[in-house]
């Protein structure tokens, strides 16, 4: 669920950022030479543009923020209140273990780390539509892109994805000895990357150095769900 979250704060941040950099103030003209005011009449046009370019982007930005607040809306309604499955529930896990993280159950509406087929492609973040058994899944990608906008389906099995614990299971998840390769999600994105563990802060979340991170010494503090075995 946090990562719906994550994903709808940083959409309005987004919205927010672009549209404070452009404003209609600019408009207006008052020079009547003939030459100054062709020029007034390009730089007009040229800022319409911008602001329809503008009006372009938050409208795909809006999508995906709807798409999660969607996704946190059924996340909800399909939980207990105690937090127990329902009767019947079909139960899936994944082929990534340690005893560090849980690998199952995983649900309809677990979120889970997935790579996709595709040459070169990195691990995201998505959510669980179905459970066809213990080790086959239908899942989505909730952020859109020019080609799918409401989100890309896939199918895959246990060994392409691995599980993300729920808050609920957080107190259950084992710090990670110091050095450990890991799996983790880089903040302000929904993409994984590996990652060494330096160590711990006070509230539990992880101090990792990622690997390829052009700033020399640079330590970056990720939440401890989202911390994830390294898939050998």
């Known amino acids: 669920m946090e990562g719906y979250w994550d994903v709808v704060v940083s959409s309005l941040q987004d919205i927010c950022n672009a549209n404070e950099s452009i404003s209609f103030d600019n408009l207006e003209f008052d020079d009547k030479s003939s030459t100054s005011k062709k020029d007034s009449l390009i730089k007009r046009k040229d800022l319409v543009l911008k602001h329809k370019e503008n009006l372009e982007k938050t409208k795909r930005i809006l999508d995906t923020a709807l798409i999660n607040v969607n996704g946190l809306l059924s996340q909800s309604k399909s939980s207990t209140p105690n937090g127990k499955l329902l009767k019947n529930q079909k139960q899936g896990r ?117 690997e390829g991170e052009e700033e020399v010494g640079k330590e970056t503090e990720v939440e401890r769900r989202l911390v994830l075995p390294f898939p050998h």
């Open 94 to 210: 994944s082929y990534y273990t340690s005893n560090y993280n849980p690998s199952e159950p995983i649900i309809v509406n677990s979120e889970v780390a997935f790579k996709p087929k595709q040459k070169h492609s990195e691990w995201i973040q998505c959510q669980v539509l179905k459970v066809f058994n213990e080790y086959k899944f239908e899942i989505k990608d909730p952020e859109p892109d020019d080609n799918m906008p409401n989100g890309q389906h896939f199918k895959c099995n246990w060994k392409e994805i691995i599980y993300i614990p729920s808050i609920d299971q957080i107190s259950s998840c084992k710090n990670y000895p110091v050095g450990t390769k890991v799996l983790a999600r880089y903040p302000e994105t929904t993409t994984f990357y590996p990652a060494e563990v330096i160590g711990f802060t006070k509230n539990g979340n992880c101090r990792l150095k990622f």
